[in-house]
Structures are given as C-alpha cells and as structure tokens.
C-alpha cells in the first residue's frame, strides 16, 4: 500500500539511532511492536517489558520508530515480519531507531485529567457498585497498600487515643503531686506552731514525707514527658508524612490507569475502523498521537513503580517502628510507675507518726495566747467601737481574760 499522507508529527522530533541487544534465554529482547502495513507507514515500539535485555539496557523507549534490523530496513513490512526477523537472529540483535521526543505535558489531555477523577470516584467504591455502574477496579482492589493504608489508619487512632488517656491521666497526677504538696505545707505549718516537741516534729517529719512524695511525682512527669514527646512524633510526623506518600503513590497510580485505559480506548477505535475497512487519520500518518500515549503510559508506569516501592519501605518502616516502640514506651511507664508508687510507699512508711499525743488544751491556750498579743482581727464592729471611744469599761473586759492565760502557760 502507497501512503500518500505526510507524516503528522504534532510537533515532536525523532533522532536516529542503533542499539545492540544480547537476547535472553527465551530468544527474546523484550520489546512488543505495533503499527506497520499496510495501515501505519511506520513501525513502532508498544512496550518494554520488565527485567528484559531491552529494559535493561535503557535505550528504547515506548513510541520509539523501528527502522532496521542489523541494517535491513523494515519500511512497508509488518509488525508480525519484523517480529520474525527479530526472533531468527540468533546471537546479538542491532536495532535502528528513531529516538521520539515526546514531552510528557504534552500528553496529559483533559481527557487523561477527567480519566483521573473517575478512577479517584471509583476507588471508594465497592466492588459491586463498581460493577453494576460498569467501573473496572480489578488493580485497585487486589492493591495490597489499601489495605496497609486501613492499618495505618487503624493504628493512627490507636496512638492518638493512647495520647490524650496520657496527657488526662499526667494532668490528674500532676494535680495529685500538688495536692501532696499542698498537704506537706499545711503539716509543716501545724508543726511549727505546735509548741510540744515532740507532737512539732511529727507533724514536720510527716509533711516532709507529703512534699517529698509531691517531688517523686514530678520526676515520674519529668521521665513520662520524653516518652508523650516520641509518640506525639509518630502520630504528627510520621504518620502523616506516610500518608503524603501514600497519597502521591495513589495520584501516580491514578494516572498510570488513565493512561493504560486511554491507550484500549485508541486500540479499539483502530480495530473498528480496520474492521470496516476504513482507514484512520493517526494511524496513517504515523500515529504518533498514540504513540505520546505509549510514551507517557511507560513513563507512569515508571513512577508509579517507583511511588509504589517507596510507600512500601515506609509503611515497613513504620510497622517496625510502631511494634518496637510501642512495646518499649509501654514498658517504661509501666516500670516509672511502679518505682514511684515503691519509693511513695517506702516514703510513707517511714513517716509513720501515729499516733500523736497532743496536748489539746495547752495547745489551744497556746494559740490564744498568740491571738491576744497579736488582736483578733475579726472581732465585731460594736468591740472596735469600744475600743476607739475609748470606754474604760470594755478596755478592762478585753485586758482581764489575758491574765489567767498567762497564769495557766507559766504553770501558776
């Protein structure tokens, strides 16, 4: 067949070129070849398939034009006689290309972004709603990250429950250590105003025992802090920096799919024109619209390996680092608690002061002998007006009660 059409090449350049290719032990060098008569006045590279001489190699790319084999051109032969020639070389094979230079913008259509969005939709469906609209989700259901990403999501509310019973339960102890403060000062306080030795040191020796149980509250807090801190890191940063790779895997992953349906899409609209027996403009201009998509397609392909690798070795990682670490932190609250509840017990043991004998009456004297010298505050408005007039009568009621206590602490 003549091709009278000039080649549309949309823009895109191709460099000549050869490579030389050792083949596997099947015989092959890896590569699938579409286009050739009599439709396309071209043939093409349609994949390059994984772990193959050609992949491994690096020279060939999708959308790459075949136009030699060791030397023989292959113009006007088709995709199944070059597939031929290739296959009855037996050592080495020397391919002439011409290299496409494609930019990859180029063939994000809105066609692939609309591609995009329905694949996005049809993640969060289920599998028979997918089906009964006629949605495809065969790769993303056997996705093994789907799950993982449920785990994750799983072990995210585990640790941020984890943290707040935390942070409420050091809140109450912190109030608790205050409380045993508060306790140790009033002691302290009872103690010093206590006039009897021996009933002054108990009530000391006792609130000192408060204060230094309130101390070994605050080193619980001191050592539990660091602990809270690491797993307030795993639940802001780690986690979260997972899920931004998880969510750049999924947009490359997407994008990939777009592409993959976009190149049937073109595989089937040349199969229904060569069905009729109608020729179609791409093809017969060198169908270098189909071969950018080739091009993008493996070049999603290859982010989207990529993208999947790393959110694999994170999500490792993390699994790791959540076993150990949980294990680990779990034990050392477990271990400061005991030895502040073993040190607040040996603590309160020794304070063991009871019972105290206290004089209540000398002790109460006491207290009212202070409360003479120093004036009651809190006598009533009619006493204060006594006292500012003057009244001779009510400056001897307010002088006499103090004799017989001094009487009674000199032991008259």
């Known amino acids: 067949m003549d091709f009278d059409l000039e080649e549309d090449r949309m823009g895109m350049d191709a460099i000549p070129g050869s490579v030389t290719l050792k083949k596997d032990a099947q015989n092959l060098i890896g590569i699938s070849i579409g286009g050739g008569a009599p439709m396309c006045p071209c043939l093409y590279i349609v994949q390059v398939f994984d772990n193959t001489p050609a992949s491994k190699d690096g020279t060939l790319a999708a959308g790459d034009e075949i136009v ?3 030397g023989k051109s292959v113009k006007g032969r088709t995709k199944v006689e070059v597939a031929r020639t290739i296959q009855g070389v037996k050592s080495d094979v020397v391919i002439n290309y011409n290299k496409l230079q494609a930019d990859p913008k180029q063939g994000k259509t809105l066609d692939i972004v609309m591609k995009k969005a329905k694949h996005r939709v049809v993640e969060h469906l289920s599998s028979s709603t997918a089906d009964a609209l006629g949605l495809s989700r065969a790769i993303l259901c056997n996705d093994l990250l789907v799950k993982k990403l449920e785990e994750l999501e799983r072990t995210h ?3 941020k429950g984890l943290m707040e019973h935390s ?3 050091l809140r109450s102890f912190y109030d608790m250590s205050q409380t045993h403060k508060a306790f140790g000062d009033l002691f302290a306080v009872i103690g010093a105003r206590e006039p009897q030795p021996k009933a002054c040191e108990a009530f000391i020796k006792f609130g000192d025992a408060h204060r230094t149980v309130e ?3 605050i080193r619980l807090l ?5 602990m809270l801190a690491d ?8 986690i979260p920096d997972t899920r931004l790779t998880i969510r750049k895997y999924a947009d490359a992953k997407f994008e990939y799919l777009s592409y993959c349906l976009k190149v049937k899409e073109m595989d089937d609209e040349e199969y229904a024109y060569a069905a009729l027996g109608e020729p179609l403009y791409r093809v017969e201009t060198g169908n270098y619209e189909y071969r950018l998509i080739l091009r993008c397609r493996q070049e999603a392909r290859a982010r989207f390996a990529k993208m999947r690798s790393d959110v694999m070795v994170k999500m490792e990682l993390l699994d790791q680092k959540h076993v150990q670490d949980i294990v680990f932190q779990l034990q050392r609250l477990v271990s400061t608690f005991a030895q502040y509840h073993k040190d607040s017990h040996t603590q309160m043991k020794d304070a063991d002061v009871f019972p105290i004998e206290v004089d209540i009456l000398k002790t109460t004297l006491s207290y009212g002998q202070q409360e003479e010298f120093l004036g009651d505050e809190e006598e009533d408005d009619d006493d204060d007006d006594e006292l500012l007039t003057g009244d001779a009568g009510a400056e001897n009621d307010s002088v006499e009660p103090v004799e017989p206590f001094i009487g009674n602490l000199l032991g008259d």
């Not at 797993?231 to 780690?238: D, R």
Request: proline fraction near 4%.
């Open 68 to 70: 030699g084999v060791n």
């Open 157 to 159: 509310n585990m640790y």
């Open 167 to 169: 942070k409420r339960l």
């Open 215 to 217: 101390k070994y509250g």
């Open 222 to 226: 001191r050592t539990v802090k660091p």
């Open 231 to 238: 797993l307030g890191t795993f639940l802001s940063k780690a």
